[in-house]
């Protein structure tokens, strides 16, 4: 059918999103369970990213197109995506400690979109 669409939902931390929500082409990432498939997720199948708060409201609160998808390691995200990221470099440094080699999941993001402005 023409009026499906592909949405992910992902948790957030208020914080968080807000911190996403003043980059300048945010990028969302989030360590994955599983290695991607060898078939690249193509990012224009996905129809949009929702956030979720995770440990406020318990609520989907915005949202946003995926611009571009990566599935990189920690340092090639510090090198290319650091200031653009929703954490500061040291809530970065503590969320890959001891993952250096495990894939970050890497969404760069069109602006994103407020459901409660």
Not at 43 to 70: A, C, E, M, V
Not at 71 to 100: A, G, H, W
């Amino acid at each position: 059918m023409d009026d499906d669409k592909l949405i992910v939902i992902y948790p957030l931390m208020k914080h968080n999103y807000e911190l996403l929500k003043t980059r300048l082409n945010p990028v969302y990432i989030k360590f994955i369970a599983r290695e991607p498939k060898k078939k690249p997720i193509n990012p224009q199948n996905i129809d949009y990213l929702y956030f979720y708060l995770s440990r406020h409201d318990k609520s989907i609160i915005g949202y946003s197109s995926i611009k571009t998808l990566k599935f990189l390691k920690p340092l090639d995200v510090e090198n290319e995506f650091l200031s653009r990221i929703q954490m500061t470099k040291d809530d970065f440094t503590k969320y890959c400690k001891d993952r250096e080699n495990k894939l970050l999941l890497t969404l760069e993001l069109e602006k994103i979109i407020d459901l409660n402005p």
